[in-house]
């Protein structure tokens, strides 16, 4: 299964912004998947996480205002992202993570969030 996200762009401070992750192959359903970022001068940080089974961990900069979805039909993972912050703008990915969370897999170009103040 392979992952790919979309969705970045401009967003103001407050706002809200959705992106997806589309995965081709089969078994999506049968696969936890992470949203991540990583912003310039930074290590890459896991934002959100959602298990096959539909678990769901938040990190703490996000919590309450970020929420992570998944759609096996459209073998789609979302990330809703409201009340966005200016240090929300990074770029974003998406990955497979294992039973416990790690990620796994190529990750992909990922997608560019700016976000303007």
């Known amino acids: 299964v392979q992952l790919q996200a979309s969705g970045g762009g401009l967003v103001q401070a407050g706002g809200s912004l959705r992106l997806s992750c589309a995965a081709s192959?089969?078994?999506?359903?049968?696969?936890?998947v992470g949203w991540y970022r990583q912003a310039p001068g930074n290590e890459r940080e896991l934002v959100a996480r959602?298990?096959?089974?539909?678990?769901?961990v938040y990190s703490d900069s996000v919590q309450g205002r970020f929420t992570i979805s998944r759609d096996n039909a459209k073998k789609t993972v979302y990330l809703q992202m409201n009340s966005v912050k200016p240090e929300d703008a990074a770029v974003y990915y998406c990955?497979?993570?294992?039973?416990?969370?790690?990620?796994?897999?190529?990750w992909g170009q990922g997608t560019l969030v700016t976000v303007s103040s």
């Open positions: 990955n497979k993570v294992t039973t416990w969370g790690n990620p796994f897999g190529s």
């Open positions: 192959g089969s078994s999506f359903s049968g696969y936890g």
């Open positions: 959602i298990s096959s089974d539909g678990k769901i």
